[in-house]
């Protein structure tokens, strides 16, 4: 596969989040079968052993890690599987983060702890796993590929929900400046937007609704994993050697079109007309 672009052999590349079922899953998956020894880590031991201990039994080069990477300890503890590993560090991706139905609310109810614990969880986690690995990488003078996961409420509106689409607009921000800090020691650092996916995090608000969906994106869909992952995959490949500093939307459309916002701002795509309630009431 050595002329292969899309090549991860003898690569190492640790996925923090690695193990909720969804985009972080489907990314240590494709990651691996390109050839790479991927670092997988999650806070769950549990979902380390329902997601990705069937990866491994199928012989997909996999070291799951077990630790909270939102703090040094955990942070250390990736870092030490990621050099220990077979094979020369190349990147990272931060697939963890995201945000529970609870954190919904107006922005004149949002307290100081909602507020730094979703920055916590999808801003400085990215940002630390994303120094110790450009750190690590400069020690041994390789280039590699950094990737985040932003989000579509970082890249618009997101009403009701403004600490978590906040940080996610934080995290496009501390992707360009640090592409630009690191573009002379040739390590590349980029980020992936998805819109609506389809992911066992996304069903605890988001339910099945076909006509609804063909309305508010354009190509009348929900995205899948893999699709987040594909542009996830290019971006940690040399199939993307010149692209630094960029987040990339995978979103189908929906930014084209941004209508899914019902007559009172709230977003169409939330569980029930119950909850659109409950959040409007506080």
Known sequence: MAD????LDRRVVVVAGAAGGGIGTTVTRMVAEAGA?????????????????????????????????????GVAAAMEQAVR????????????????????MPSTRVNRDDWRDLFTHNLETTFFMSQAVAAE????????SIVSISSISGMNTAP????????????AAMTRTMAVELALDEIRVNAVAPGVTATPASRTYVDEDAERDRRAIAMGR??????????????????????????????GG??????????????????????????RRM
């Open 85 to 104: 590993a077979d094979g020369d560090l190349h990147g990272l991706v931060n697939v963890a983060g995201g945000a529970a139905p609870s954190t919904w």
């Open 137 to 144: 990488l400069k020690a041994r003078q390789r280039r590699g």
């Open 254 to 279: 929906l930014d084209l079109k941004w209508t899914h916002l019902d007559a009172d701002n709230t977003s169409l795509f939330l569980k029930d007309d119950s909850f659109r309630d409950a959040i």
């Open 4 to 7: 292969n672009l899309l090549s």
């Open 37 to 73: 020894t991927v670092i997988a880590v999650s806070r769950s031991k549990q979902n380390l052993d329902d997601h990705i201990g069937p990866l491994i039994e199928q012989g997909l080069s996999i070291v799951p890690v077990a630790a909270d990477v939102a703090s040094d300890d």
């Open 160 to 171: 009701f929900h403004i600490a978590y689409g906040t940080a996610k607009a934080a995290v």
């Open 222 to 251: 929900r995205g899948r994993p893999e699709e987040i992952a594909g542009a996830i995959l290019f971006l940690l490949s040399d199939l993307s050697s010149y692209i630094t500093g960029q987040t990339l939307l995978v979103d």
